[in-house]
């Protein structure tokens, strides 16, 4: 099957996915399976998020036992890498949506509070938001990617999907660029933060931040596309020229061009 996707078309898509995530960021204990559900059903059945779920859900984990474990008001052991988060995070959701009676079986006891709405507050933020963004960067990077004609191809066979767009396929297979990107990701921890003291307004702000994290998400794929990586850079020198004189925001911005054109 073959589909053909404007921007208007996924401009659609990705509110539809914004609106049942929200729907389960905010969700109320009693709510919670089922706003769980829905957001599950939502990625599984969207062929371009679930083509990426799949190539980064690469690891496997022993759920009810990670549930079993975890002691009162602490967190899941979650490793800060981008496969396992999703792997993890993934299969924990799927675990409750077919096992549990109840979303606070996965959030009791999580964070300080003994309240079950905080319980549950603080696991979406620490847990399920972590999961959305990732989300959240690989659509804006599709979107970034598309094609002069402003459209993507979607192919699916047997349950394989694949993405193209303009001349190119759309993958997120790794290589040897993950020191560098590391790196990157520091760096522009550093430089979200600077640019908050910038005269330039919130939605700006936003739209810079996303960029830039889109760029450092793509640095480590097997190719790198290079107008992404541009349209970064082009939003740090903007930010650099807004902010002259700001301690700090020019020497952080030159060090993430710098290694951003390396990628050029």
């Not at 539809?16 to 059945?45: M, Y």
């Not at 409750?96 to 079950?116: D, P, Q, T």
């Not at 990586?229 to 807004?242: Q, T």
Request: charged share 25%; aromatic share 10%.
């Amino acid at each position: 099957m073959e589909k053909l996707m404007d921007k208007k078309d996924f401009q659609i898509m990705s509110a539809e996915f914004r609106r049942v995530s929200s729907r389960l960021l905010r969700t109320n204990a009693d709510d919670g399976l089922d706003n769980l559900k829905r957001f599950l059903s939502c990625i599984e059945n969207n062929p371009i998020i679930w083509q990426f779920i799949q190539e980064h859900n690469t690891l496997t984990f022993d759920i009810e036992k990670a549930i079993q474990e975890r002691e009162m008001h602490e967190g899941y052991s979650i490793e800060p890498d981008k496969n396992y988060e999703i792997s993890f995070i993934y299969q924990l959701l799927k675990y409750c949506a077919e096992h549990c009676k109840n979303y606070l079986s996965i959030c009791y006891w999580y964070g300080s509070s003994r309240k079950f709405q905080d319980m549950v507050v603080s696991f979406n933020d620490r847990v399920v938001h972590l999961f959305v963004s990732h989300i959240e960067i690989y659509l804006k990077g599709v979107w970034l990617g598309m094609g002069d004609d402003g459209k993507i191809n979607i192919s699916v066979n047997g349950g394989q999907v694949a993405i193209a767009q303009g001349q190119g396929t759309v993958n997120a297979t790794q290589n040897n660029h993950y020191g560098q990107a590391q790196n990157l990701k520091e760096l522009a921890e550093e430089f979200y933060k600077l640019i908050e003291a910038l005269d330039m307004d919130k939605e700006d702000k936003e739209d810079t931040k996303e960029i830039i994290e889109v760029a450092v998400a793509e640095v480590v794929s097997e190719k790198p596309k290079r107008s992404l990586v541009k349209h970064a850079i082009e939003k740090i020198e903007y930010a650099g020229k807004l902010g002259t004189g700001l301690n700090g925001l020019n020497t952080v911005g030159q060090q993430l061009i710098g290694l951003l054109q390396n990628f050029l």
